[in-house]
């Protein structure tokens, strides 16, 4: 299994990005593909996570209403689409995929701990 992303760099404040992650090598039933970011000297976060089988999605507070979570099933392909970047958003961004699917509340559960490949990351910086 691979997960190739890509789609980081250099943006300044309020400016956008798009990640992509190409998934090869996988196949399941049921499966939630996601973004997860760890800055310096913090852990790992739970950006964004999409079900695979309907498209229902969560997202962390800290994004709620600037990004966007979306999947291509014929390209293997999940994106990251973020708004309204902010300092704070500055991480590497993972992509990666569980081979399961919890849905809690509504929403398909969003941890690291499910997944069980990893893209290798890209980073994304912010200048304010």
């Known amino acids: 299994v691979q997960l190739q992303a890509s789609g980081g760099g250099l943006v300044e404040a309020g400016g956008s990005l798009s990640l992509s992650c190409v998934v090869s090598?996988?196949?399941?039933?049921?499966?939630?593909l996601g973004w997860f970011r760890q800055a310096p000297g913090k852990g790992r976060e739970a950006v964004s996570c999409i079900a695979n089988s309907d498209g229902r999605t969560y997202y962390g507070d800290s994004v709620k209403g600037r990004f966007v979570i979306s999947r291509d099933d014929f390209k293997k392909t999940v994106f990251l689409q973020m708004n309204n970047l902010k300092p704070e958003d500055a991480a590497v961004y993972y992509c990666?995929?569980?081979?399961?699917?919890?849905?809690?509340?509504?929403?398909?559960?969003?941890?690291?701990?499910?997944?069980?490949?990893w893209g290798k990351g890209t980073q994304v910086t912010v200048s304010s």
């Open positions: 990666a995929v569980g081979g399961a699917e919890w849905i809690v509340a509504g929403a398909p559960k969003c941890s690291d701990g499910d997944m069980a490949y």
């Open positions: 090598g996988f196949s399941a039933g049921f499966y939630t």
